[in-house]
Nanobody, 122 residues
Framework: QAQLVESGGGFVQPGDSLRLSCSAS??????MGWFRQAPGKEREFVARINRNGQYKYYAESVKGRFRISRDNARNTVDLQMSSLQFEDTATYFCAGGEVYYSGSANFGMTDWGKGAKVTVSS
């Protein structure tokens, strides 16, 4: 089981950019993803990437604004967020697993970080 630690959260204004990073120990999983949970809402999928980075998937709400990437040599997975909106305010979680499954509460992810808070406010 991997330990995941997120970094890079903070306060930004609408339209700003922010980069989240997740460090995995001992290594990244086959599928790595970013999820978020806004106050009073359920956790939702944001983006995921497969082992070699060939396949990337995004939630419709972030498509074109967010970009996920991974560095297997450094055991990190990043989420570059741009054109941030008020609705992007949430705690962002890094997660990893063998297979992504949208039908389960944990999306098939077995390892989770503790989260990084992102607040978009004017």
């Amino acid at each position: 089981q991997a330990q995941l630690v997120e970094s890079g959260g903070g306060f930004v204004q609408p339209g700003d950019s922010l980069r989240l990073s997740c460090s995995a120990s001992p290594s990244l999983s086959n599928v790595m993803g970013w999820f978020r949970q806004a106050p009073g809402k359920e956790r939702e999928f944001v983006a995921r990437i497969n082992r070699n980075g060939q396949y990337k998937y995004y939630a419709e709400s972030v498509k074109g604004r967010f970009r996920i990437s991974r560095d297997n040599a450094r055991n990190t997975v990043d989420l570059q967020m741009s054109s941030l909106q008020f609705e992007d305010t949430a705690t962002y979680f890094c997660a990893g697993g063998e297979v992504y499954y949208s039908g389960s509460a944990n999306f098939g992810m077995t390892d989770w970080g503790k989260g990084a808070k992102v607040t978009v406010s004017s």
